[in-house]
């Protein structure tokens, strides 16, 4: 578990070189490919400087208290300004973090005592949590693509359908039980509770929704819940639902395909809730799988094979957890259904929506496959992109769009991230740590190029990846490296993206304190050294990363040395 | 020679960069080779490839269960990271 640091700020001298200062005029050197290396150290130059309202271009989480507006289709989507240092990560009376973490260069130099800090040492703490997915990684990969594409005909499959169609005019349906499948391949009993039909873009689907017999029996809110949940993602038919806002940006969620083993495009979305997982109100260790999409059931069924497809419902569906939604926060005197824990569950739709459509037109349309953090990433983006429009608090933590929040705001994904930003961007373990870096570099990317747009261009492209992002923008301005060692600060919050190891910062008139940013680019973990005269430290610094370092507040100029391997890079920031 | 045996006829070698796919709760662990072929990595060592090797360049000894067609991964059963 990582250590508690304050941030400490010396006033006053640090240290005095005693070299001599490089002369050498100050060059500089365009980067021209839109890399890893480029999305992490101006989005790392984007975090420090997120308390600002005039940070430059390309580095702005923070546009003001006024949110800002993006149009999609004639749909105006609104951004909330982020600014990292409202957000708190606190576990009952411990604050693990306030503001941005920084590792303070102004210890004495000790060797790395450990490489990252265990993302399961953090989840067994006693922080309530939920997950739009599994809080554990399945020990075995279930396999979806067994069957041949071409050899067999659907007449040719053997297929038992269990679900009976219903006759709507009856529902709710509580005499029938409908049969589904979860993920494990158990049998859950339903009633067909309710339906309705939404359209966007000149397609009309129809959206059912059953809810587990047992709980519909048990819970007298159980139909109420799922009744609101409908209505929240068909709406009213006037713009007003996830189902449009989602496929206004991304698409259609499914389609005619040229697969034989491939649902047929039946227009029907459905909706099951029950107790996923079986574990009631309290999830695991307080760990929830809150609602899920599996792409499983988009494949027609074969008993006799042996993957997970034998087990498809043949539908296109969202598994939710009635329970987590039947919860009730402290602070309200009764369940409602835009309470907390209902309006967290209007977001994880809007968030399995995303999955369901990318799984469509990046897998089937264009033929590729996303690695999953993009895929996290655009999910939890997608519900900031519509919790204005929900009322939600949404990923960023705050209910009103126009206001970067009070101090200190201790929901959304932002506390953790706060605390774990030097977690890898691009290697995922289905921890809290990993939404939450994923949603802050998606708020970054949608905050810096384009919007709920610039999304929907990285799905639908066969591009994967860094690619999809990368090929997503245009107009950008490359970075520029600064290969002096001498720097005099001119203006505070002044950033350098430095192409040397060794610098001498001279601050403005009232000192600046220097923060450094070390970028690893590198597939595997690096060991890093920041030293600043006899202070320094030593950290490792994970992969796909960007590791934060509060280097003190300086008033005369102050050599500092960096120690990087290949594939690290530093980006100073004087503010 | 028991060594040898171990990689009689049916042994493969894949080369290729280990990425995890799809979404959660229902991820994929996958070999990508350099013929953009796609395998989903199963086996005693896929939880070590998944947690220290993502993104990473392998070079991977086993068995291949199945081979990609169109939209679906093949089957890719580790025996050995090189």
């Not at chain 1, 503001?99 to 990252?116: D, Q």
């Not at chain 1, 409908?230 to 206004?248: A, Q, R």
């Not at chain 1, 259904?337 to 369901?356: C, R």
């Not at chain 2, 799809?22 to 072929?37: C, D, F, R, S, Y």
Request: charged share 20%.
């Amino acid at each position: 578990m990582r250590k508690l640091f304050g941030l400490f700020f010396i006033f006053g001298i640090l240290f005095v070189t005693t070299g001599c200062s490089d002369s050498t005029k100050k060059t500089t050197q365009q980067v021209t490919d839109a890399t890893l290396e480029y999305f992490l150290r101006q989005w790392g130059a984007a975090v420090v400087l997120s308390d600002s309202t005039a940070a430059p271009s390309q580095l702005k989480y923070n546009s003001g208290e006024t949110a800002t507006d993006y149009t999609v289709n004639s749909v105006t989507y609104k951004l909330g300004s982020i600014n990292m240092y409202n957000y708190q990560l606190t576990s009952g009376s411990t604050v693990y973090a306030t503001g941005p973490y920084f590792y303070s260069i102004l210890s004495s130099i000790v060797p790395a005592l450990y490489f990252y800090r265990s993302i399961q040492e953090a989840e067994n703490s006693a922080l309530e949590n939920s997950i739009p997915g599994k809080k554990e990684i399945t020990e075995e990969n279930e396999r979806i693509s067994k069957l041949p594409l071409t050899k067999k005909t659907a007449e040719e499959m053997k297929v038992e359908r269990e679900i009976v169609t219903a006759n709507e005019s009856t529902l709710p349906d509580t005499t029938t039980l409908y049969s589904f499948y979860d993920d494990a391949g158990k049998t859950v009993n339903a009633y067909y509770l309710d339906s309705g039909t939404v359209t966007s873009n000149g397609r009309t689907v129809t959206v059912k929704v059953y809810v587990d017999s047992t709980w519909y029996n048990a819970e007298t809110n159980a139909a109420t819940a799922s009744k609101a949940l409908l209505k929240k993602f068909i709406g009213t038919g006037n713009n007003d639902s996830i189902y449009e806002w989602v496929t206004n940006i991304y698409g259609s969620e499914w389609g005619t395909t040229q697969y034989t083993n491939l649902i047929a495009d039946d227009k029907t979305i459905t909706i099951l809730l029950f107790d996923i997982d079986g574990d009631g109100y309290s999830g695991s260790n307080g760990a929830f799988t809150v609602g899920f999409f599996y792409n499983r059931d988009n494949f027609i069924k074969n008993t006799a094979s042996s993957s997970a497809i034998k087990y498809s419902n043949e539908k296109l569906m969202f598994y939710i957890d009635l329970p987590y939604m039947l919860k009730k926060d402290s602070t309200e005197t009764s369940w409602t259904t835009s309470g907390l824990y209902p309006n967290k569950i209007y977001g994880t739709l809007a968030h399995e929506f995303q999955h369901m459509i990318h799984y469509y037109q990046k897998n089937i349309v264009y033929s590729s496959q996303s690695s999953t953090w993009l895929n996290e990433m655009c999910s939890v983006t997608t519900e900031d992109f519509i919790a204005e429009k929900m009322g939600v608090e949404g990923p960023r933590g705050i209910a009103n769009v126009n206001s970067t929040g009070s101090k200190y705001i201790t929901s959304g994904r932002l506390p953790y991230f706060i605390y774990y930003n030097d977690d890898s961007l691009n290697i995922w373990d289905n921890g809290l740590a990993d939404y939450s870096v994923v949603y802050a570099f998606g708020a970054y990317l949608s905050r810096n190029y384009g919007g709920p747009d610039f999304f929907k261009k990285i799905v639908q492209t066969s591009d994967t990846d860094f690619d999809a992002i990368k090929n997503a923008m245009s107009g950008t301005t490359d970075i520029e490296k600064y290969g002096s060692k001498t720097w005099s600060v001119s203006s505070k919050d002044e950033v350098k993206y430095l192409s040397v190891s060794s610098i001498t910062i001279t601050p403005q008139a009232g000192g600046n304190t220097i923060y450094f940013i070390l970028s690893n680019t590198n597939t595997s973990a690096s060991s890093i050294t920041v030293k600043g005269g006899s202070y320094g430290r030593t950290e490792a610094i994970n992969a796909g990363s960007n590791t934060y370092f509060n280097a003190g507040t300086i008033t005369t100029a102050t050599t500092y040395t960096l120690s990087l391997p290949t594939g690290v890079f530093a980006t100073a920031v004087a503010r | 020679m028991l060594l040898s045996s171990c990689f009689a006829t049916g042994s493969h070698t894949l080369t290729g960069t280990i990425k995890v796919t799809g979404n959660e709760p229902h991820t994929e662990l996958i070999i990508v080779t350099e013929n953009g072929k796609k395998y989903q990595v199963t086996g005693d060592k896929a939880s070590y490839l998944r947690k220290e090797k993502q993104n990473n360049i392998v070079k991977l000894k086993g068995k291949i269960i199945k081979e990609p067609e169109a939209i679906m991964s093949g089957s890719f059963e580790v025996i050995e990271i090189e």
